[in-house]
C-alpha cells in the first residue's frame, strides 16, 4: 500500500489549506471496508488523530478540529482530501495520511510520508 500525501504549505491565521493523499494497493482491492484519514505530530508532541473516512462515508473528527476542517474522498480515485479552514497557529504540524483495513480481525495501517502545514499568527 502506498499513500501519497501533498497540498501543505505556509498561510497565516485564519486562512486555508486543502490536503491530498491519494492511495494505491491491496487495501482498495479488496472487498469491504477501508479507512482513509489524516493524523498529525507537532513538534515536541505525539502523533494525534485529525479525522478519517470509511469507504462507505463514515466520518470522525477530532474534537479540536470539528467545524474547521472537512474530509471528503474520491473512491475512484481512492484519494481523501482534507480541507482546513479557519486555521490557527496550534493547528501547525506534519500531517500524514494514514489507511487501514481490518482483515480477519487484524489492523494494519499505512502512512504517508507526512506533509508540513505551517500557520503563522
Known amino acids: 500500500v502506498q499513500l501519497q500525501a501533498s497540498g501543505g504549505g505556509l498561510v497565516q491565521a485564519g486562512g486555508s489549506l486543502r490536503l491530498s493523499c491519494a492511495g494505491s494497493g491491496s487495501i482498495f482491492s479488496i472487498n469491504g471496508i477501508n479507512v482513509m484519514g489524516w493524523y498529525r505530530q507537532a513538534p515536541g508532541k505525539e502523533r494525534e488523530f485529525v479525522a478519517a473516512?470509511?469507504?462507505?462515508?463514515?466520518?470522525n473528527y477530532a474534537d479540536s478540529v470539528k467545524g474547521r476542517f472537512t474530509i471528503s474522498r474520491d473512491n475512484a480515485k481512492n484519494t481523501v482530501y482534507l480541507e482546513m479552514n479557519s486555521l490557527k497557529p496550534e493547528d501547525t504540524a506534519v500531517y500524514y495520511c494514514?489507511?487501514?483495513?481490518?482483515?480477519?480481525?487484524?489492523?494494519?495501517?499505512?502512512w504517508g510520508q507526512g506533509t508540513l502545514v505551517t500557520v503563522s499568527s
Open positions: 494514514n489507511a487501514y483495513k481490518i482483515i480477519v480481525g487484524t489492523r494494519t495501517d499505512y
Open positions: 473516512i470509511t469507504s462507505s462515508g463514515v466520518i
